[in-house]
């Protein structure tokens, strides 16, 4: 049984287009992440929920919107996609908000504007 | 800013030796050190945490070190072999009022001969 599961994979699509990335944990976690990793393998924080709450949003533009339907899920929508946009996206889940707790990873999500 | 330093360079050592890999950061004093692995296409897989407060944590074959003083962490894996060749995180609790979250570093790529 995966983890945490993000579909699709792999993502090509045109710029101006919207697209959204879906993410769920199995692991009953309370907290969950959305994460960028750009071409030179940084990987940058975008979002983190608390039960289906938002606590941290780092300067992402306002074209990405988060949404948490439960804690379970956390699906990143994408408006006017832009070729700055293509980068591997990473869900992530922990056990709490709390920095003591390690983080566990989706196989990541490869998006890719043409 | 808060800065995190890996070494960008990849780490090739060969078979049976000890890796070591060197976290370094600047301007924050983080409570907590996590440590991932990254396959290519893959995510990043949780391995160890280390408190301020701990000098040192063990798993198996892999040690950590954490010296506040110095700012830096030393990861080492001992009595290697080609299934370790990775690339590795770390990763600092830079909490702000906004939350707690994980910042990342570049990571190290180990490449372990036979």
């Known amino acids: 049984d995966t983890a945490v599961s993000q579909t699709p994979k792999y993502l090509v699509t045109q710029m101006g287009n919207d697209k959204s990335i879906k993410c769920e944990q199995n692991?009953?976690?309370?907290?969950m992440y959305w994460y960028k990793q750009d071409s030179k393998k940084f990987l940058k924080i975008m979002f983190s929920?608390?039960?289906?709450?938002?606590?941290i949003n780092e300067t992402v533009p306002n074209r990405f919107s988060p949404k948490s339907p439960d804690k379970a899920h956390l699906n990143l929508h994408i408006n006017s996609l832009e070729l700055g946009d293509s980068a591997v996206y990473f869900c992530a889940s922990s056990q709490g908000p709390e920095p003591f707790y390690g983080y566990t990873f989706g196989s990541g999500t490869r998006l890719t504007v043409v | 800013s808060q800065k995190i330093e890996q070494n960008s360079e990849a780490l090739n050592i060969q078979e049976g030796k000890t890796a070591t890999l060197t976290c370094n950061y600047t301007n924050y004093s983080p409570a907590y050190l996590q440590w991932y692995r990254q396959d290519p296409g893959r995510g990043p897989v949780f391995l160890l945490l280390?408190?301020?407060?701990?000098k040192e944590k063990r798993k198996e074959r892999l040690k950590v070190t954490f010296d506040t003083t110095l700012k830096q962490s030393l990861f080492h894996i001992t009595a290697s072999q080609p299934a370790d060749s990775a690339t590795y995180l770390c990763a600092l609790d830079m909490s702000n009022n906004a939350g707690n979250m994980l910042t990342f570093g570049g990571g190290t790529r180990l490449m372990v001969k036979p």
């Open positions: 929920y608390n039960n289906k709450e938002l606590i």
């Open positions: 280390i408190r301020e407060n701990e």
């Open positions: 692991l009953g976690h309370d907290t």
